[in-house]
């Protein structure tokens, strides 16, 4: 048998390593592309252009973020076939731990020449928020406000200890499945009241050209991807970088007082017999008509006084998308109130044709409104109905015209004058 063929196999592989090329790119390079998600990781793509050599190469990539999930690794080479990924964990220290270095042989078949590689993985410890702000337009004569001004900012949090450096940068509004993500990160812990600190980012365009930092929304199928821009820097010593979505942008809203108990719920005091008041709660109500998603988040509502503009409230939204409504919540009003008794509460056996019983439940409930105020002031009042047997449910009477918002919830939308009080009374039968 003839070892010429192994021979010249072993002399190739052994030429192949010996025209190895490694790259020295090192931790906190520039990335090509850098999406986070508000799971608290973001997807980190890196390329590089490297002169390989015909035959079997060897590259080391020492620029791998802390903490790399390495079972996300994918790597592509243009025009050659990566046939081995080794990892060793003898990087650059970042926090006191060792980074990751990935170990790559590829095969290129074809002339020598440049030939570019792309690494791409998540991470953790970079994460995102929206942060809303909606200022208040004063209603006529003392009036609820039906017009408001939004601000919408995204705040970016890199807790990797490097400053990062992104010719794009994404941002990911929506759930999407992440096996290794979901963790709460120390950028999470960062105070909300910093959400009025400015914007501390860096954008690092070329000579000819600034980074651009404008921000553009496109969707896909579970998600909506915000693109900050291009060139952006987030330096490591920052507590956040905050980039504008939209801002002062006219949005119409509407207050809505709400009074809203469970079916079993009565405002007596300690002792049974006297009826304690309760603060409506103070709700305003608005659509999205500002052409492209608003990010879930946390609204501050300022009010103006003179030229003073005061918080009057804070509040979470979820995703909310192009034309739908977004509620946030004030807080409990201080000029109407409600109470709530549970006048009669009865069963009855009634006898069925058959010979059989059926257990039928009749409830009257009474609401009163209070208004403390100068003005006229709508109220809605939302009531639960106590289900029972088979929850087949009817109104016998009511003083107020009523809509069903559920399965077993029904609204009343009632007036209560100046100085005086509206009484919202009705019963129920439930089979």
């Known amino acids: 048998m003839s070892t010429r063929p192994l021979r010249a196999a072993l002399l190739a592989l052994v030429l192949g390593f010996a025209a190895a090329t490694s790259t020295n790119a090192g931790t906190g390079d520039d990335l090509a592309h850098l999406t986070v998600y508000d799971a608290g990781i973001a997807e980190f793509l890196e390329m590089r252009t490297v002169e390989l050599q015909s035959g079997l190469n060897t590259l080391e990539w020492r620029s791998l973020m802390p903490k790399a999930y390495l079972r996300t690794l994918r790597v592509t080479a243009a025009d050659a076939e990566v046939i081995r990924q080794d990892v060793t964990m003898d990087g650059a220290e970042v926090k006191g731990e060792k980074t990751a270095v990935l170990h790559l042989q590829i095969m290129n078949r074809g002339a020598a020449g440049p030939r570019r590689i792309l690494v791409d993985y998540l991470a953790p410890s970079v994460t995102w928020q929206s942060d809303c702000a909606l200022v208040l337009d004063p209603g006529p004569n003392g ?88 060139g952006i820097v987030l330096n490591a010593n920052n507590a956040m970088s905050r980039f504008p979505l939209m801002q002062r942008t006219k949005l119409g809203v509407e207050e809505r007082k709400v009074f809203e108990n469970a079916y079993n719920l009565q405002t007596f005091g300690r002792n049974g017999f006297t009826l304690l008041p309760r603060g409506l709660d103070v709700r305003l109500v608005s659509k999205n008509t500002t052409g492209v998603p608003i990010p879930a988040g946390v609204v501050t509502v300022y009010a103006k006084t003179g030229d003073l503009l005061q918080i009057v409230g804070q509040d979470r939204i979820g995703l909310t998308a192009e034309a739908a409504e977004f509620t946030v919540g004030q807080g409990r009003s201080a000029t109407l109130f409600g109470s709530r008794r549970i006048v009669e509460r009865k069963t009855f056996a009634d006898v069925m044709s058959g010979g059989g019983r059926r257990e039928r439940l009749v409830t009257k409930i009474e609401v009163v409104l209070t208004n403390r105020g100068t003005l006229a002031a709508d109220a809605f009042v939302r009531e639960g109905i106590e289900p029972f047997d088979e929850n087949r449910w009817s109104l016998l009477e009511s003083t107020h015209q009523s809509e069903t918002l559920g399965a077993n919830t029904i609204q009343f939308k009632v007036q209560v004058p100046a100085g005086g009080k509206t009484v919202v009374s009705y019963t129920v039968e439930t089979k």
């Not at 993500?181 to 910093?194: I, K, L």
């Open 143 to 230: 009036a609820p406000p039906t017009m408001a001004s939004l601000d919408v900012w995204l705040s970016v949090f890199n807790s990797t200890g490097l400053d990062l450096r992104a010719g794009s940068l994404d941002l990911v509004a929506g759930e999407i499945n992440l096996v290794d993500g979901g963790g709460a990160y120390e950028s999470r812990r960062v105070a909300q009241y910093q959400v009025n600190m400015q914007s501390n980012a860096v954008y690092a365009g070329g000579d000819e050209a600034p980074g651009d930092a404008s921000t553009t929304v496109t969707g896909l199928s579970v998600f909506n991807r915000l693109a900050l821009g291009k």
